[in-house]
């Protein structure tokens, strides 16, 4: 562990902490801060090697939140460069925290696998206020397997559309 008023390196469990804490009651910057940690690059990466990148308190210099305009500012100049798929987690949750970032969202998820597509849908149920919508693990939900073994839905749903709503098919009878 690192003094964190030095801006030196700290543990990446340290700041996912800290990150929990504050994100805490805020569905948007929870469900950001979930995503970052699902994905197990970005934590680790700013923990490490950018301590301009995380917000500390100025009375106690404990490291409280990451500097969601400067990560914002980093994507858009390209200052802050990684795969694509780390790209596409990265803006995705800076879409939930910062006011008018704008993202690219066909793109960015089409450069995920299903593991962080699923955790993309999960992090957006989230903001939303709706974490029961989630997806769900179908490793260990049997009742989420359809025939063959295969993945029946992401997603459980008691949803009925509207009447109005056209049906499969065409119009309904």
């Known amino acids: 562990m690192t003094n964190a008023t030095t801006g030196q390196r700290m543990e990446p469990d340290e700041l996912a902490q800290a990150l929990k ?7 948007s910057k929870e469900a950001a801060v979930t995503l970052l940690l699902e ?3 970005w934590v680790a990466r700013i923990a490490y090697s950018h301590p301009d990148l ?16 400067a990560l914002a ?11 694509t798929s780390q790209q596409a987690v990265l ?14 969202l066909q793109r960015a998820v089409s450069s995920l696998g299903a593991f962080h597509v699923a955790a993309v849908l999960r992090a957006i149920a ?8 989630g997806p769900k693990d179908p490793e260990n ?4 397997i359809g025939p063959g073994g295969q993945e ?5 749903l008691d949803y009925e559309p509207p009447s109005w709503y056209p049906r499969a098919g065409g119009r309904d009878a």
């Open 73 to 83: 500012a980093g994507v858009t100049d390209g200052r802050l460069t990684s795969s």
């Open 126 to 133: 989230t903001a939303g206020g709706y974490p029961e919508l």
């Open 21 to 27: 804490e504050t994100a805490a009651g805020w569905p």
């Open 39 to 41: 994905h197990d690059y």
């Open 91 to 104: 803006s995705v949750a800076l879409s939930l925290v910062v006011p008018g970032f704008l993202l690219d």
């Open 141 to 144: 939900d049997p009742d989420d």
């Open 152 to 156: 029946s839905s992401l997603f459980e």
């Open 54 to 69: 995380r917000r500390t308190d100025p009375e106690t210099g404990c490291v409280v939140d990451l500097d969601w305009q």
